[in-house]
């Protein structure tokens, strides 16, 4: 007996929320009206209100008070869908005092953007209404706007406005962090807004600024005279303030701009990174179209791959010596199966294109020394070096003429290889195309020349164990248990006095059977990731010996762990096996990441 079709049911289209609509949709209406306050220069302060149109007649608009001395958009909130006269009463009330003038979008644009740059550059974030809805009322941030030249601050510093004895003392706080001493300016004004020249010792006694700092805790530096003087915190977002405060030890390294002669080598870089994104290889590359630089100053090899033909990360790679581009192929091989910890285990360099998030703050002050100025998400070059195990970091000064030869001969080759589509296919698996660089003259000339590289050899390292540890195992009778055994790498970098952050790993052995952990070692790549491997078999032979237990097999899952332990296992008896899953570690591990994730 056939079966009954089953009736389609109607498709009801349910409508979005107001904030759901602005966010998906709001960027497709025209653009109706756009006004700001007529004094926003000299007042250092701009109300804007942006307007868009229905085809219904009614209309969307957001409304933003934006600070273009210091921190940026202080407030905001919109009114969805009203009608023409609801929105001429908003807009009655926002010219209350016959102040406001209409201005053209790309204006107001530039100001909302340029002072939410501005305001992060120093910590202080956006309003959260900002970021959640009204941001979508404007167009995105990118290059089809016109970028002006709009002055932020004062006199090229950060300045915050307060009323005497109304100090806000978290502002300054956050700039003493972020600016420094000195780099920013306190105007003070009366009741009535009005500034104030000169300001009395009386109107900053000492009992004033105790109970100030009284009511705040310790967190704040204490005062040093009575002309310094504190301010309140508007920035709500102090996490976000600090995420890319990767180093603490080094904040005076972060700070200090370049000096003249590394200036330029910067400004080539950034110059060349400007040529690359015109020119976008990655639309006619693909990133195993590999060649290799010789370096003409260390004699090093890098294999550069053009990645961004996905556009989810953009990148002129650049993988140094047979260990870099044998963990590239090895990368290709693992294909979905890619950890992270696989891709930070390479030794390369990177100049990638960022969203402006991303950046440090050291790279902010580079790029606003240079004078240079980027838009939009991907749009940002970043430079940084990958050694294993370590936090991608800053280039070091080789690393830095190493990128110059490279960047430059990428632009050549990108065009020869548009050209020519062959170009790269011409050799075998083990052989690339390499540029030659001829030092002997003063300008380098280069050519084209070809490299092999032999299969990855294994790696060879050397380890020791206490010989008594592993007679204590031997004398332990043999049980029918399986352990779990897997070495993860951490996600969030850890910062030491005198050492680049790094990545701290742990040794974890599970019991398959009770699901208990009975080892989980923590480890550091340091001085090297191949000594931190090295300490792994006498890592797991103290856990054996704490779990007083000599397990029947052993589970693994990475080659790197097999070929570790291949002898100790043999010695002791036990079945050493490589297997894709780790049922049970991976429930522990999960657990573990998310329990330092809460501390």
Known sequence: MAKKKKKRGKV???????????????????????????NWQEAGMANILIARKHTNGHITCGLYLIDILCLGIKDTFYQFNISESEYDQIKEEFNDKGSAITCDYVLAHNIIYGAVEFADDYGFSAHKDFIKVTQYILEEDNEKVELMDIEFGRNGKPCVVA????????????????????????????????????????????????????????????????????????????????????????????????????TEVWRKLYELMIQINELQPWTWMYEYNIFAIKDPGTGKTGFVSIMGELGEHISVGVYM????????????????????????????????????????????????????????????????????????????????????????????????????PELLEKYSDDEFLIRIPDTETKIINWKDSVIRVPPEAPQEIQYKINAGDIEKLQNLPLSDLTFEVDLIMLPS?????????????????????????????????????K?????????????????????????????????????????????????????????????????????
């Open 163 to 262: 009323e005497v004895g109304k100090e806000a003392l978290n502002v300054v706080s956050q700039l003493e962090k972020t600016a420094g001493p000195g780099n920013y300016e306190i105007i003070y004004v009366d009741e009535e807004g009005a500034e104030i020249d000169e300001i009395k010792d009386d109107d900053l006694s000492d009992e004033n600024f105790g109970e100030q700092l009284e009511l705040f805790g310790d967190e704040f530096p204490k005062k040093e005279s009575t002309e310094k003087n504190y301010l309140t915190d508007n920035s709500k977002d102090k996490q976000k303030r600090n995420k890319e405060d990767h180093n603490s030890t080094q904040k005076k390294e972060e700070n200090m701009l370049p000096d003249k002669e590394e």
């Open 493 to 529: 970098a850890v910062e030491e006095k005198g050492i680049k952050p790094y990545f701290a790993y742990i040794l974890m052995v599970v019991d398959k059977r009770s699901e208990m952990i009975l080892g989980n070692e923590m480890m550091k790549p340091v001085p090297s990731l």
């Open 321 to 420: 010596g047979e260990e870099g581009i044998n963990g590239f192929w090895s990368l290709q091989e693992a294909g979905p199966n890619i950890k992270p910890e696989m891709f930070l285990e390479i030794p390369q360099l990177q100049a990638s294109f960022e969203d402006r998030s991303m950046l440090h703050p050291k790279d902010m002050n580079i790029i606003k020394q240079l004078g240079m100025k980027f838009r939009g998400k991907q749009a940002w070059p970043m430079f940084r070096s990958f050694r294993p195990g370590y936090f991608p970091w800053f280039l070091e000064v080789w690393e830095k003429e190493f990128m110059l030869h490279i960047l430059e001969q990428t632009i050549i080759m990108a065009k020869r290889f548009k050209k020519d």
């Open 12 to 38: 009801i289209q349910m409508p979005l929320s107001p904030e759901n609509y602005i966010l998906n949709r709001a960027r497709n209406l025209p653009i109706y009206e756009c006004l700001i306050t007529e």
């Open 531 to 599: 000594e931190m491997w090295s300490t792994i078999p006498q890592h797991l032979v103290n856990a054996l010996i704490r779990s007083g237990k000599r397990p029947k097999e052993l589970h693994v899952q990475t080659e790197l762990l097999a070929k570790l332990l291949e002898p100790i296992t043999c010695d002791l008896g036990i079945n050493l096996q490589l297997t894709d899953r780790l049922d049970v570690l991976e429930f522990a591990k999960k657990e573990i990441l998310k329990y330092m994730d809460k501390r």
